[in-house]
T-cell receptor, first 114, second 113 residues
Framework: QKEVEQNSGPLSVPEGAIASLNCTYS??????FFWYRQYSGKSPELIMF????GDKEDGRFTAQLNKASQYVSLLIRDSQPSDSATYLC??????????????FGKGTHLIIQP | KAGVTQTPRYLIKTRGQQVTLSCSPI?????VSWYQQTPGQGLQFLFE???????NKGNFPGRFSGRQFSNSRSEMNVSTLELGDSALYLC????????????FGPGTRLTVT
């Protein structure tokens, strides 16, 4: 049974601070990891993906992956009110024969306080 | 490039009826996946199509089916609708080759009464 766990929040962070979102997954065979942002009433938007252990930076976003600990995180620097949304962690077991379908966590509701 | 499009955006159906939802992927993308999103269960994988073939399937009953056409457009069908099928149905497309960054369409909001 593949599971992805996230703290549902809400996580409240002051504007300009670093928001840290965490995710753990159960399947050691997971190959790729994604962070989606979902605003209320909208569909998920892909903001970061990471495949290798370590850090990957893209603008104000940094994804961190530790496969040994089965842990992936997302850091948002200089948080803005527009970052307030639900952040979904997703993992994919790439079998070589096609995407296994993303397994999503329930999401963390992030609130950036002005 | 245009994004993923889904039609219709909203749908109201009666229990027992059937429904067909449509998805057009990003140009050049050949893989289309379908997901169901509900407040209680979150986002759950339904199935994935690539080159008109279903490659993977999630844990949903046989009432949920799909197909893909030669132009990569995909349809999802739900027969004998139940109240619990009320959800946001999302389609995502990805390019060939793993491990598949998936880009979501706006979704179809289905309400079953």
């Amino acid at each position: 049974q593949k599971e992805v766990e996230q703290n549902s929040g809400p996580l409240s962070v002051p504007e300009g601070a670093i928001a840290s979102l965490n995710c753990t997954y159960s399947d050691r065979g997971s190959q790729s990891f994604f962070w989606y942002r979902q605003y209320s009433g909208k569909s998920p938007e892909l903001i970061m993906f990471i495949y290798s252990n370590g850090d990957k930076e893209d603008g104000r976003f940094t994804a961190q992956l530790n496969k040994a600990s089965q842990y992936v995180s997302l850091l948002i620097r200089d948080s803005q009110p527009s970052d307030s949304a639900t952040y979904l962690c997703a993992v994919n077991l790439y079998s070589g024969g096609g995407a296994d379908g993303l397994t999503f966590g329930k999401g963390t509701h992030l609130i950036i306080q002005p | 490039k245009a994004g993923v499009t889904q039609t219709p955006r909203y749908l109201i159906k009666t229990r027992g009826q059937q429904v067909t939802l449509s998805c057009s992927p990003i140009s050049g993308h050949r893989s289309v996946s379908w997901y169901q999103q509900t407040p209680g269960q979150g986002l759950q994988f339904l199935f994935e199509y690539f080159s008109e073939t279903q490659r993977n399937k999630g844990n949903f009953p046989g009432r949920f089916s799909g197909r893909q056409f030669s132009n990569s457009r995909s349809e999802m069908n739900v027969s004998t609708l139940e109240l619990g099928d009320s959800a946001l149905y999302l389609c995502a497309s990805s390019a060939t080759g793993g491990p598949y960054e998936q880009y979501f369409g706006p979704g179809t909001r289905l309400t079953v009464t």
